[in-house]
Structure formats: C-alpha cells, structure tokens
C-alpha cells in the first residue's frame, strides 16, 4: 500500500471529509479492519485564505509547496490537496516535489465520464467557479463545464466561507 500525502487545513472541515472518505474506500476494498496509510500536514487557513482573496497567490503556493516537502521527506509517495481552490497552484507544488501529485480534476473526470455525465457542474469558491484553472482541466478531459450564475456563484461562495469553512 503507497502512502498517501495529504494536505490538509483548507479548512480542516474539509480535510476530515477526505481522510474519512479515503479509509472508506481503502476499508470497502481491503477489508473491515484496514484503513489508509497516509500522512497529513494540515496547513493553517488562515494566512491562505488572506492570500487568496489579496491576489497574493505565490504565497499561499509558497505555503502549500512547504507542506508537500515535508510530506515527501516524511515518506508520503504521492501528494493529493484536500481542497479544489488551491489547485490552481498545482503546477508549483508537483514542481517542488519529486512524487507524483494527483490533481483532482482526473479523477473527477473520469468518474463523470465513467456514467456517461458529458456535462457536468461546478461548484466551489468564487475562484474555482470563475477561473480557469479546474474547468480547463475537465474540458480537456472531454466535458462540458457549467457554472452558476453571478449572484448564485457569490452565494456559493459565501456558504463556503461562511458557513462550511466553520462547520455550519
């Protein structure tokens, strides 16, 4: 079994969700009394969530780059971000790290692709939904992305920070 490296911390509501879900699987394939072997650096959010809405994007990767280094020294052998909005640095953290990073919108895509879904939606922070950086990734994986509108992307995004983030 490979050791997952996770990063975590974004917010750490949303990364019990991952390590929860990941035992799931590793439990349903290998058997009642397995679980996953993986390490976690949970970041804090906060210097994050301050560079995210500043522009200052090269410091949250700067953040998120240290953590998969210390995963990787720490014997992690691959790299999965517990969190959609960051991928958008996603080239600068694989580039820091010799271990394969596995970016989210694989995965995501071949799991619409696998139901026939030729159309999907997505839903994440205002960054996620109005930049390019995910739906590029799903459209070249054949799909057809949607967004909501203006006022329903504010929304979502505001029950993200608002609301989940914290645990509402």
Not at 16 to 39: D, K, T, W
Not at 147 to 168: F, M, N, Q, S, T
Request: glycine share 8%.
């Amino acid at each position: 079994m490979r050791t997952i490296g996770l990063i975590g911390g974004m917010s750490w509501e949303s990364s019990a969700e991952y390590y929860r879900l990941i035992n799931q699987q590793v439990r349903e394939r290998l058997g009642p009394l397995r679980s996953a072997q993986l390490l976690m650096y949970s970041v804090d959010f906060g210097p994050v969530e301050q560079a995210q809405h500043a522009g200052r994007w090269d410091d949250a990767a700067a953040i998120l780059v240290d953590a998969a280094r210390r995963l990787e020294a720490g014997g992690a052998e691959c790299v999965v971000l517990c969190t959609n909005t960051m991928h958008k640095v996603a080239e600068q953290i694989q580039g820091a790290i010799s271990i394969p990073f596995l970016h989210i919108a694989e995965p995501a895509a071949q799991a619409a692709l696998e139901i026939d879904a030729r159309t999907v939606g997505l839903l994440g922070t205002a960054f996620t939904m109005e930049q390019d950086f995910l739906k590029q990734r799903l459209i070249a994986q054949g799909l057809t992305v949607l967004v909501p509108d203006d006022a329903e992307r504010k929304e979502v995004h505001r029950i993200i920070y608002d609301e989940l983030c914290v645990g509402v």
